[in-house]
């Protein structure tokens, strides 16, 4: 295992809710976030989070129905998805980096989990 290690995936119905966990010992000062990668696709945004939980950013996709946060002691953190859809289907991976919330958007972050699978039926 590396240092992020997520859990929480399973597969639900649509409609159904989903709270994946990213347990992150010693990354309090990270800002940290949530993407996803469906088969066949590239791995995609999801949400991010800042180092003190004060700023959020979420793809448009999942605004409204998935909730990004976290707790520092100990540091882990969270993505509630509600009213999942079978195209949120896809593995899950936590990422952690130094810069900002919003940087971690777009740009490679310092640490990946290994991913979770999510996966919704229809």
């Known amino acids: 295992q590396g240092p992020l290690v997520e859990s929480g995936g399973g597969v639900v119905p649509a409609g159904d809710s989903l709270r994946l966990s990213c347990a992150a010992s010693?990354?309090?000062?990270?800002?940290m976030g949530w993407f996803r990668q469906a088969p066949g696709k590239e791995r995609e945004f999801v949400a991010t989070?800042?180092?003190?939980?004060?700023?959020?950013y979420y793809a448009d996709s999942v605004k409204g129905r998935f909730t990004v946060s976290r707790d520092n002691s100990p540091n882990t953190a969270y993505l509630q998805m509600n009213s999942l859809k079978s195209a949120d289907t896809a593995v899950y991976y936590c990422?952690?980096?130094?810069?900002?919330?919003?940087?971690?958007?777009?740009?490679?972050?310092?640490?990946w989990g290994q991913g979770t699978q999510v996966t919704v039926s229809s």
């Open positions: 010693g990354f309090s000062n990270y800002a």
């Open positions: 989070i800042s180092a003190i939980g004060e700023h959020t």
């Open positions: 990422a952690a980096t130094l810069a900002s919330a919003y940087y971690l958007r777009t740009e490679e972050p310092e640490y």
